[in-house]
């Protein structure tokens, strides 16, 4: 059994990871660390959890845990990835695990010199879902990718939400806009070459709201629009020569909606749908996480998410200028 701590009593911990580790075949949650000790307690008596920490480096220091999860404000990430890769921990760092694409860099080095895994959580790779796309595409059910189109999008306008503070890495890019790339990259096996990017920015906040991307994979082209106030949606399309293929639930599988992709043919005339139910994603993240940190199975790479970064940072640029941008 792989034994987490679990650095902060954020949100997304206590509501999807720490259940989810804790129903996972292979690995435990041994420890919670919060900056407030009574926090931490709280935390762990809550989920059962034997030991509590005062300080993020005490838990480190201790030899109760194998692995740490970090759900810190994203500006955080960078900083106790390392911190834990150098204490000799197994890293699990919550999306994005960086804001531009050369503090990739530095993870990969720690990673290296400690010789421990450090993944960034993209759950979605790890969903039934995401793998029955991934089959369909190279299968040819659709015969030749030509576009993929997507959209992810839901409201918050509090001033005291991470997502709304530049300093804690708030927008919306950093926060959704990694998922249609992410999910595109990882279905096709193909990288972008060049985008074009409109974005938007708070006049209040100062954070990113809105982006509307085109980018350029050479075979095929990406389309995606995102924000963080508009209403709530989530859609991702796949549509080639022969078919296409809708992800019902693309990013918040079974919370958002049905697990579903629907495959329709070329006149629009049949359609096959496939459904998953309650995969569990984050739970499949933490075994799949489990089985690596043992030398057993992939996650997903710093490499790959340094190249996922490179996209983000890309349509940064793209923004700043008319016409494309090289990624």
Same mark, same amino acid.
């Given at each position: 059994? =792989?034994?987490?701590?679990? !650095?902060? /009593?954020?949100?997304? +911990?206590? %509501?999807?990871?720490?259940?989810?580790?804790?129903? $996972?075949?292979?690995?435990?949650?041994?420890?919670?660390?919060?900056?407030?000790?009574?926090?931490?307690?709280?935390?762990?008596?809550?989920?059962?959890?034997?030991?509590?920490?005062?300080?993020?480096?005490?838990?480190?220091?201790?030899?109760?845990?194998?692995?740490?999860?970090?759900?810190?404000?994203?500006?955080?990430?960078?900083?106790?990835?390392?911190?834990?890769?150098?204490?000799?921990?197994?890293?699990?760092?919550?999306?994005?695990?960086? =804001?531009?694409?050369?503090? !990739?860099? /530095?993870?990969?080095? +720690?990673? %290296?010199?400690?010789?421990?895994?450090?993944?960034? $959580?993209?759950?979605?790779?790890?969903?039934?879902?995401?793998?029955?796309?991934?089959?369909?595409?190279?299968?040819?059910?659709?015969?030749?990718?030509?576009?993929?189109?997507?959209?992810?999008?839901?409201?918050?306008?509090?001033?005291?939400?991470?997502?709304?503070?530049?300093?804690?890495?708030?927008?919306?890019?950093?926060?959704?806009?990694?998922?249609?790339?992410?999910?595109?990259?990882?279905?096709?096996?193909?990288?972008?070459?060049?985008?074009?990017?409109?974005?938007?920015?708070?006049?209040?906040?100062?954070?990113?709201?809105?982006?509307?991307?085109?980018?350029?994979?050479?075979?095929?082209?990406?389309?995606?629009?995102?924000?963080?106030?508009?209403?709530?949606?989530?859609?991702?399309?796949?549509?080639?020569?022969?078919?296409?293929?809708?992800?019902?639930?693309?990013?918040?599988?079974?919370?958002?909606?049905?697990?579903?992709?629907?495959?329709?043919?070329?006149?629009?005339?049949?359609?096959?749908?496939?459904?998953?139910?309650?995969?569990?994603?984050?739970?499949?993240?933490?075994?799949?996480?489990?089985?690596?940190?043992?030398?057993?199975?992939?996650?997903?790479?710093?490499?790959?998410?340094?190249?996922?970064?490179?996209?983000?940072?890309?349509?940064?640029?793209?923004?700043?200028?008319?016409?494309?941008?090289?990624?």
């Amino acid at each position: 059994m =792989l034994r987490f701590g679990i !650095i902060s /009593t954020a949100k997304i +911990a206590q %509501d999807h990871v720490i259940p989810a580790i804790q129903d $996972a075949q292979n690995c435990v949650v041994s420890a919670i660390a919060s900056r407030d000790l009574a926090k931490a307690r709280a935390v762990a008596d809550r989920f059962s959890v034997p030991h509590a920490f005062g300080s993020y480096e005490e838990m480190l220091a201790s030899d109760v845990i194998d692995a740490v999860y970090i759900p810190l404000p994203t500006s955080q990430h960078v900083e106790w990835t390392i911190k834990a890769a150098d204490a000799g921990k197994h890293v699990l760092c919550e999306k994005p695990i960086a =804001l531009k694409a050369e503090e !990739i860099d /530095t993870l990969i080095a +720690a990673r %290296d010199r400690n010789r421990v895994i450090v993944s960034e $959580a993209f759950m979605v790779t790890y969903a039934p879902v995401w793998a029955k796309v991934k089959e369909l595409l190279a299968s040819g059910a659709i015969g030749t990718l030509k576009h993929v189109q997507g959209a992810f999008s839901y409201f918050n306008r509090d001033p005291g939400n991470m997502r709304n503070i530049p300093e804690l890495g708030g927008g919306a890019l950093p926060d959704i806009g990694v998922y249609p790339t992410i999910v595109t990259r990882f279905a096709t096996g193909a990288e972008p070459r060049r985008v074009q990017a409109a974005v938007e920015r708070d006049k209040e906040f100062g954070t990113d709201i809105y982006s509307s991307v085109r980018a350029d994979f050479g075979d095929f082209e990406l389309s995606f629009y995102l924000a963080t106030q508009l209403a709530a949606r989530q859609i991702m399309v796949f549509h080639g020569t022969e078919g296409y293929i809708e992800v019902k639930s693309p990013f918040n599988a079974n919370r958002w909606g049905a697990e579903e992709i629907e495959l329709t043919n070329q006149a629009h005339s049949q359609s096959q749908i496939f459904r998953f139910q309650d995969s569990r994603q984050y739970k499949l993240e933490a075994e799949a996480f489990a089985r690596a940190a043992k030398g057993e199975g992939d996650v997903v790479t710093l490499e790959s998410s340094r190249k996922n970064q490179l996209f983000i940072d890309a349509i940064y640029r793209a923004a700043e200028k008319d016409g494309w941008e090289r990624v």
